[in-house]
């Protein structure tokens, strides 16, 4: 089962990341990525470590056209405004082109509400 999981984590990353290389100039896509890892470490550090793992493989072969992928997380808290300050200080401060995570409802409500915004 976690085996799957890390394929399908691996499988969303490369779809992402492809999606985004027309629109970033540059020679790094940069995924920011929320979730609620000291709340939920059971199910989300093993989705961490295949996410990992699916942007180290793709960098090896050479990233995405040719543009390697770097991922940023950050920790929610388990805590809708935890998630918009940080989504928000991904976008600001680490100039991401992707943002995707959130595991949990409450969380994921206050961050799709944040994203329409921008």
Do not use: W
């Not at 940069?30 to 989705?47: D, H, M, R, T």
């Not at 959130?102 to 969380?107: Q, V």
């Amino acid at each position: 089962m976690n085996a799957l999981r890390h394929v399908f984590s691996a499988a969303a990353l490369a779809s992402l990341a492809t999606a985004l290389v027309p629109a970033h100039a540059q020679g790094v896509i940069k995924i920011g990525e929320v979730n609620s890892y000291k709340a939920q470490p059971a199910f989300l550090e093993p989705y961490k470590k295949g996410m990992e793992l699916a942007v180290e493989e793709i960098n090896a072969k050479g990233g995405i056209n040719g543009k390697k992928v770097e991922l940023i997380t950050r920790d929610d808290n388990a805590n809708p405004g935890d998630a918009v300050r940080v989504a928000e200080e991904l976008i600001a401060r680490e100039k991401i082109d992707v943002l995707t995570g959130t595991f949990l409802s409450n969380t994921g409500l206050a961050v799709a509400d944040f994203a329409k915004q921008k």
